[in-house]
Structures are given as structure tokens and as C-alpha cells.
């Protein structure tokens, strides 16, 4: 079964500071990757997601996330982060089971607390 | 703004009681879904309705029965559920059978069984 890893619990950064979230993935396989961000009191929300083509995609906010297949990692970044970014950020990836085909299963990570202090 | 509405958005219930909750979407999806969020846990995906089809029922006690009439509405119907059942349910939405199409979440009824 596939799974999602995020390695940081909780990570507190001033503002200004760049930031790197961890996530790695278990399945070998074709996959679609997303990042969502829950902000205190919101619903989540997407940030950003990966199908196919360039493996640095870029989402909201300024966020971007790259794509590395031989470390099965899709890790967010940020280059200054804000205030406002403080919130939850999901990593989930969906495997595709088949050539061609998809499934509903979005794998959720267990989230990464996104604490900034101004 | 979200498309996606869920009531009541806190629910407090005794183990015997009958209880359900409601989803809205008003996106025009055709694909809707509940989740079981957990603290310290991840997402749990419990039910995938496409085209008002159950398409996935993702080992979920029976305690625990959805109902989805129309592409619009889903329900999470509750009955004799435990302690370790209180968690935030969430509700979601997509366009297409697709799960690569992004899932547009409900605020969540946060649930508390005593």
C-alpha cells in the first residue's frame, strides 16, 4: 500500500526565512502529487499539484514544489516565507494503478505545522 | 469562498443516538467524497461516490453509512458509534472520475461522540 511521509511535525521560522517541507512517498509507480494547505479557521485548499512535464511546478503564494522520481520526494519550498503562511500543509499523492488508467485514492501525509513569527 | 458546504459544523452525540451529516456542493462535480481527519493522523478517505455510484468504500465500519441522492448532496449517516469515532469529517469534490482533478474540501464537522 502506498504511503506518504512528512518528516517535520512542526516548523517555526521568522519571516523572511526560506522554507523547505519534506515529503516522500512509497509507491514505484506512475503518480499525481499535490500539496494542500489548511489556514487557521479555512477549509484546505490546493496549493499546488503535479501531473507530468516540468518537475518544478509552481503553485499560490509563491510556493513551488520539485519533483525528484529517483528520491520519490516532492518537497515544498518557499524562498521567504510570510505571517500569513502560517497554516497546516498536507502532502497526498495519488498512484496510478494502470497504463493510461487512475484511481480515487488521494494518500494524505500526516501534515506539517507551519508556524511564522513576524 | 468555498463551493463546498457541510452541516452542522460541530456535532456532540452519545453512542446511541442516530445523528447524519450533510454535504453540499455547488461546484457542478460529479464526484464527491468523506474523509476522517484525525488528530496526529492522516486524511482517511472513506467513501468515493462518482455519478451518485459508490465507487470505493475504504474498510469503514458499518456504523458509519453513506448516502449520496443526487450529484449535489452527501450524507454520512451515524449510528451507535464509539469514542474513537470523534474526529473532523470532511467532505470533498471533484470534476470527472479523475482523482488527478483537484478535490475542493468542505469546512468539516468537527464530531465528538461521548
Given at each position: 500500500?502506498?504511503?506518504v511521509?512528512?518528516?517535520?511535525?512542526?516548523v517555526i521560522?521568522?519571516?523572511a526565512?526560506?522554507?523547505e517541507?519534506?515529503?516522500?512517498?512509497?509507491?514505484g509507480?506512475t503518480v499525481?502529487?499535490?500539496?494542500y494547505?489548511?489556514?487557521?479557521?479555512?477549509h484546505?485548499q490546493l496549493l499546488?499539484?503535479?501531473?507530468?512535464g516540468?518537475?518544478l511546478v509552481?503553485?499560490?503564494?509563491g510556493?513551488?514544489a520539485?519533483?525528484i522520481k529517483s528520491k520519490?520526494?516532492?518537497?515544498?519550498r518557499?524562498p521567504?516565507?510570510?505571517?500569513?503562511d502560517?497554516?497546516?500543509?498536507f502532502c497526498a499523492v495519488?498512484?496510478?494503478w494502470?497504463?493510461g488508467?487512475?484511481?480515487?485514492k488521494?494518500?494524505?501525509?500526516k501534515?506539517?505545522l507551519?508556524?511564522v513569527?513576524? | 469562498e468555498?463551493?463546498v458546504?457541510?452541516?452542522?459544523?460541530?456535532l456532540v452525540?452519545g453512542?446511541?443516538?442516530?445523528k447524519?451529516l450533510?454535504c453540499?456542493?455547488?461546484?457542478?462535480?460529479n464526484?464527491?467524497?468523506?474523509y476522517?481527519?484525525s488528530a496526529k493522523?492522516?486524511l482517511?478517505?472513506?467513501?468515493?461516490?462518482s455519478?451518485?455510484e459508490r465507487?470505493?468504500?475504504n474498510?469503514?465500519?458499518s456504523?458509519?453509512?453513506?448516502e449520496?441522492?443526487?450529484?449535489?448532496?452527501?450524507f454520512?449517516?451515524l449510528?451507535t458509534?464509539q469514542?474513537e469515532?470523534?474526529a473532523?469529517?470532511l467532505?470533498a469534490?471533484?470534476?470527472?472520475?479523475?482523482?488527478?482533478n483537484?478535490?475542493y474540501?468542505?469546512p468539516?464537522?468537527?464530531?465528538?461522540?461521548t
Amino acid at each position: 500500500a502506498q504511503s506518504v511521509s512528512q518528516h517535520n511535525h512542526h516548523v517555526i521560522l521568522s519571516e523572511a526565512a526560506s522554507l523547505e517541507l519534506g515529503c516522500n512517498y512509497s509507491y514505484g509507480g506512475t503518480v499525481n502529487l499535490f500539496w494542500y494547505v489548511q489556514y487557521p479557521g479555512q477549509h484546505l485548499q490546493l496549493l499546488l499539484k503535479y501531473f507530468s512535464g516540468d518537475p518544478l511546478v509552481k503553485g499560490i503564494k509563491g510556493f513551488e514544489a520539485e519533483f525528484i522520481k529517483s528520491k520519490f520526494s516532492f518537497n515544498l519550498r518557499k524562498p521567504s516565507v510570510q505571517w500569513s503562511d502560517t497554516a497546516e500543509y498536507f502532502c497526498a499523492v495519488n498512484a496510478l494503478w494502470n497504463s493510461g488508467g487512475s484511481n480515487y485514492k488521494l494518500t494524505f501525509g500526516k501534515g506539517t505545522l507551519l508556524t511564522v513569527n513576524p | 469562498e468555498t463551493g463546498v458546504t457541510q452541516t452542522p459544523r460541530h456535532l456532540v452525540m452519545g453512542m446511541t443516538n442516530k445523528k447524519s451529516l450533510k454535504c453540499e456542493q455547488h461546484l457542478g462535480h460529479n464526484a464527491m467524497y468523506w474523509y476522517k481527519q484525525s488528530a496526529k493522523k492522516p486524511l482517511e478517505l472513506m467513501f468515493v461516490y462518482s455519478l451518485e455510484e459508490r465507487v470505493e468504500n475504504n474498510s469503514v465500519p458499518s456504523r458509519f453509512s453513506p448516502e449520496c441522492p443526487n450529484s449535489s448532496h452527501l450524507f454520512l449517516h451515524l449510528h451507535t458509534l464509539q469514542p474513537e469515532d470523534s474526529a473532523l469529517y470532511l467532505c470533498a469534490s471533484s470534476q470527472g472520475r479523475n482523482v488527478g482533478n483537484e478535490q475542493y474540501f468542505g469546512p468539516g464537522t468537527r464530531l465528538t461522540v461521548t
